[in-house]
């Protein structure tokens, strides 16, 4: 059974930074790219930032280009998100997704808070 499991969120204050980890596990063959998604309450999921495993080709939403940087160990399975710079705004469940054989697996999701 394939597992997504998120850490890392919590509460920090705008100008400050987190980093997300996503780990997969419980399946045979590879990870195609993971992907990280936020939702913020009353909104729309959004992508945030996707990575391929094996080239590590990235591509970030407008509003967190040159904040967030996407990262991959890809023997482990393991997609990182570094936020920097957190904005108000940024508050969010984030989620992560991976994309293994063609189909599509989801995270729980882990929450980010920025507030002063």
């Known amino acids: 059974q394939v597992q997504l499991v998120e850490s890392g969120g919590g509460l920090v204050q705008p100008g400050g930074s987190l980093r997300l980890s996503c780990a997969a596990s419980?399946?045979?063959?590879?990870?195609?790219?993971m992907t990280w998604y936020r939702q913020a309450p009353g909104k729309e999921r959004e992508l945030v930032a996707r990575i391929t495993m094996l080239g590590g080709s990235t591509n970030y939403a407008d509003s967190v280009k040159g904040r967030f940087t996407i990262s991959r160990d890809s023997a482990k399975n393991t997609v990182y998100l570094r936020m920097d710079s957190l904005k108000p705004e940024d508050t969010a469940v984030y989620y992560c997704?991976?994309?293994?054989?063609?189909?599509?697996?989801w995270g729980q999701g882990t929450q980010v808070t920025v507030s002063s």
């Open positions: 419980g399946f045979l063959g590879s990870v195609d790219a």
């Open positions: 997704r991976a994309r293994i054989t063609l189909t599509d697996y």
